[in-house]
């Protein structure tokens, strides 16, 4: 079964994430059919662009199926892992690409590899109920999925921020982050995907969006940008402990808990990147990080101890955001040489 529901309806390819026990975490069969079917309508004429939705309420896609990489990883079997991630980041690139629009309905949890389905489309929708962020840290891992790229364009420091606590954006937060465009409550969404569907006109969004709710994350842009500007993660550490407001705390409370090494990576990352990359960089550099982090970062402790035991006390490799060396985020980010990440099944 691949939790997919895959049809054509009127001028659009509908593509309906179907799990909604497990928060529409996608597994290896729902990344196969996904980009079988976005491969296949590429130049379908009957197909004038792709709406990608979810069942249920609380979830778009809360991520990947990272349970399945774990046991594998744990077995030795790193192949598995690195496999799938090079699938998906294909997928992801495939997406930002794609010759026709998509147009992605993001209700309640979009986070991880939901990021990497939904926020790349070029037309994408939130509601009330959604809460989009990218929480990889705190498992060991770097924000992924291409989310690095929407994470070095978003304004001032605030990729650093979303990056390192793993914040959850509201629907206003979204689009002032560039992980959205449009806001729509969710009871108007049924009258937008029958229009979607008879018209095949992405217009159709814009006509129906209204003004995003007030959000949170601009009330906090100043302290944002002083706190998450260091060169380093260590230099972020110690802004904020030099800091005791409200947010400070919570900043610092939440960069406690990640790993120390993917924090610091993905510090590096956005700083490697700028606001000038492009996708499939970010994407490749990513890819670096994922490629050694079964073996080779904090990746399968942090999966044991947030999902496995649900302990939620990890024991990171490295004592804390200050006792990270340089030397190990570059080992991290070395080329892959023969095993780096190739585009041919991307277009």
């Known amino acids: 079964m691949t939790h997919t529901d895959i049809r054509t309806e009127g001028r659009a390819g509908r593509i309906t994430l179907n799990r909604p026990q497990a928060l529409n975490a996608m597994n290896d069969a729902m990344l196969a059919a996904v980009d079988t079917a976005l491969s296949d309508w590429a130049h379908d004429p009957a197909v004038d662009l792709v709406l990608i939705d979810a069942a249920g309420d609380r979830a778009f896609c809360a991520g990947g199926d990272i349970a399945e990489i774990y046991a594998a990883g744990c077995a030795g079997d790193f192949a598995r892992g690195r496999d799938f991630w090079r699938r998906e980041y294909r997928m992801n690139a495939r997406i930002a690409e794609y010759p026709k629009p998509v147009v992605t309905l993001m209700q309640g949890f979009t986070m991880g590899g ?89 217009q159709a969004v814009e006509d129906a969006a209204l ?106 490799r490295h004592a804390g955001p200050e006792a990270v060396p340089t030397a190990d985020v570059a080992r991290m980010l070395m080329p892959l040489g023969a095993d780096k990440l190739t585009w041919e099944n991307a277009a």
């Open 114 to 202: 939901g990021v990497g389905l939904g926020c790349h489309a070029s037309h994408r929708v939130v509601g009330d109920s959604s809460r989009i962020a990218m929480p990889e840290c705190g498992i060991g891992l770097v924000p992924d999925v291409g989310g690095s790229y929407l994470l070095a364009n978003a304004p001032g420091r605030l990729g650093e921020y979303l990056g390192l606590t793993g914040a959850h954006m509201v629907a206003g937060d979204a689009i002032d982050a560039g992980f959205a465009d449009w806001y729509l409550p969710e009871a108007r969404w049924a009258p937008l995907v029958t229009a979607l569907c008879a018209t095949g006109d992405p």
């Open 211 to 316: 003004p995003a709710p007030p959000h949170l994350i601009c009330n906090a842009a100043n302290e944002v940008e002083a706190h998450f500007a260091g060169e380093t993660l260590g230099d972020i550490w110690r802004s904020l402990k030099g800091s005791d407001t409200p947010f400070a705390t919570k900043a610092r409370d939440a960069l406690a808990r990640v790993s120390p090494l993917a924090a610091a990576a993905h510090v590096e990352i956005l700083h490697r990147l700028g606001d000038n990359s492009t996708l499939r960089k970010a994407l490749e550099l990513e890819f670096r990080f994922t490629f050694r982090a079964q073996g080779d970062s904090d990746f399968l402790e942090g999966i044991r101890a947030a999902v496995i035991d649900k302990d939620r006390r990890p024991k990171w």
